[in-house]
T-cell receptor
Framework: GQQLNQSPQSMFIQEGEDVSMNCTSS?????WLWYKQDPGEGPVLLIA?????ELTSNGRLTAQFGITRKDSFLNISASIPSDVGIYFC??????????FGDGTTLTVKP | KAGVTQTPRYLIKTRGQQVTLSCSPI?????VSWYQQTPGQGLQFLFE???????NKGNFPGRFSGRQFSNSRSEMNVSTLELGDSALYLC?????????????FGPGTRLTVL
């Protein structure tokens, strides 16, 4: 089946630093999605990407849909304490199947 | 638009019991997917319902079942609960139309099996 490799698994950064995480796959996806999950809550959609090469921003967050359609990255600039949480990537195929990465746990030290 | 709602938010059951969880999708969304999330296991796909039909299924035993009603609301049932079924159960809805296949998650139901 399809698998997504999300890295890094965890990050410990200082407030104000920039963050970068990515997902790669051996399969092609039509849509890449990035979610953030706070403890005990459901994942919240941050950014959706629908086209290869697409670069989309949402405030301090920027994500890109890789040209090969097999990868995506998410950048967070000038991190703040409320950025703490688990970030998931997800890839959707034409058949409507969603595959999720294992998540990147972000810790921000004030 | 109201988001995805799930009830109940928290549930405590004992081994051997059965449980039913409910999910109301975003208005207009016809697809509802269910996921199990445990620490260290990530999001494990259970099944997807679209227009009252199960469209996709993950690798879970038959104790896990679901259904979808004509108003797109969905229920998930787990029979003969085991300790390992303790998890956060998430449902996600989407329109499942061409570009609009983005899934939106509910807050989850935290199930604890004692």
């Amino acid at each position: 089946g399809q698998q997504l490799n999300q890295s890094p698994q965890s990050m410990f950064i200082q407030e104000g630093e920039d963050v970068s995480m990515n997902c790669t796959s051996s399969s092609i996806f039509n849509t890449w999605l990035w979610y953030k999950q706070d403890p005990g809550e459901g994942p919240v959609l941050l950014i959706a990407l629908y086209k290869a090469g697409e670069l989309t921003s949402n405030g301090r967050l920027t994500a890109q849909f890789g040209i090969t359609r097999k990868d995506s990255f998410l950048n967070i600039s000038a991190s703040i304490p409320s950025d703490v949480g688990i970030y998931f990537c997800a890839g959707n195929t034409n058949a409507g199947k969603s595959t999720f990465g294992d998540g990147t746990t972000l810790t921000v030290k004030p | 638009k109201a988001g995805v709602t799930q009830t109940p938010r928290y549930l405590i059951k004992t081994r051997g019991q059965q449980v039913t969880l409910s999910c109301s999708p975003i208005s207009g969304h016809r697809s509802v997917s269910w996921y199990q999330q445990t620490p260290g296991q990530g999001l494990q796909f259970l099944f997807e319902y679209f227009s009252e039909t199960q469209r996709n299924k993950g690798n879970f035993p038959g104790r896990f079942s679901g259904r979808q009603f004509s108003n797109s609301r969905s229920e998930m049932n787990v029979s003969t609960l085991e300790l390992g079924d303790s998890a956060l159960y998430l449902c996600a809805s989407s329109a499942r139309d061409r570009r609009a296949d983005t899934q939106y998650f509910g807050p989850g139901t935290r199930l604890t099996v004692l």
